[in-house]
């Protein structure tokens, strides 16, 4: 136990804890920004069980913010390159690679099998799948967000409100860390808040992190917490699989965007939402897009003129 002497010295820690954290199964979807300094600091913690999920490939535009690649890896999934540096760094600890998008098909299962799950995703459609996910299995969720200077990081559900209670809107900006830049050091502050948090809840100190919303801003953290507020309703992001042939799908990209629509019986309508045709009585729409956030908009708008099942779905760039 060597390895561990110094955070076992921690009256918070000690033997019981370090024994809790190594037993700890976290989930991690996403090995980017947020996710690289999660796993380098938890998996040194000791984690028994690591499963992260990540569909993407180490880019050289990645390194100047995700440290635990290197120049070699460039081409490799980002799963597997994590899981050979962290071989590296604590052989202790198990780590599961999937090189695969988090759907909501796939999801219940890797939160079932999670004692703690971190949203590192940077998706917004990702980000709710998992809080909506969390929040019916009762599993605790520490989620995070970064873009150009600041962000946050908050600890949802298990217990404690779900991220549609804290952000039950649409966002205003549509932009990621492609389009509006991010500085490295940002993410890896909110990625290490995240791991702290996680590892707070393995050890049950208080108070909680659950309930607890951190924000950086303009060189300055805040904070505040969020045990009372209310849980909403809203559309729920479903996979394309689970569309069914009774389902009116509207495809709101445009068709130099994306040729091929989401469903060969798909309206192709950019433009959907305040205007456009209504379903049927009983039947629900499935509004499409890129990210989710057009569909969200667009649920958002077709709310006010319809009050039927509306679900979304977020293709990523896969047409």
């Not at 796993?39 to 990540?54: F, N, R, V």
């Not at 300055?220 to 009372?228: H, I």
Request: with cysteine.
């Amino acid at each position: 136990m060597t390895r561990y002497a110094r955070q076992m010295v921690l009256p918070e820690v000690g033997a019981a804890g370090q024994e809790r954290i190594s037993a700890a199964r976290v989930l991690i979807v996403g090995a980017g920004g947020l996710g690289v300094p999660a796993l380098q600091y938890l998996a040194g913690a000791g984690i028994g069980q690591i499963t992260l999920i990540d569909a993407d490939t180490v880019e050289e535009t990645n390194l100047h913010r995700q440290p635990l690649y290197r120049i070699d890896d460039i081409g490799q999934p980002k799963v597997r390159a994590a899981a050979q540096a962290l071989a590296r760094l604590n052989p202790a600890v198990k780590v599961e690679a999937l090189k695969d998008r988090l759907t909501p098909v796939n999801a219940p299962a890797l939160i079932a099998a999670a004692d703690v799950v971190l949203d590192c995703a940077d998706s917004y459609a990702a980000s709710y799948t998992l809080s909506d996910g969390c929040l019916a299995a009762g599993k605790p969720l520490i989620s995070a967000s970064a873009l150009g200077l600041s962000g946050y990081v908050g600890g949802f559900c298990g217990g404690a409100p779900s991220l549609r209670a804290l952000f039950p809107d649409p966002p205003d900006s549509g932009q990621t860390c492609a389009t509006a830049g991010v500085l490295g050091p940002v993410v890896g502050m909110l990625g290490c808040i995240q791991a702290q948090m996680a590892l707070r809840l393995i050890l049950g100190t208080t108070p909680s992190p659950l309930g607890e919303f951190v924000r950086f801003e303009a060189g300055r953290f805040s904070q505040f917490r969020f045990d009372a507020a209310p849980e909403t309703t809203g559309p729920r992001f479903i996979a394309r699989d689970e569309i069914t042939p009774a389902d009116l799908v509207i495809d709101l990209r445009p068709e130099d965007e994306a040729p091929r629509k989401a469903t060969p019986q798909a309206l192709r309508l950019p433009g959907y939402g305040p205007t456009g045709p209504l379903p049927e009585p009983g039947q629900r729409v499935v509004l499409a897009c890129r990210s989710g956030l057009r569909s969200w908009r667009a649920a958002d708008a077709l709310s006010h003129r319809w009050d039927g099942e509306i679900a979304l779905l977020a293709l990523g760039d896969e047409n």
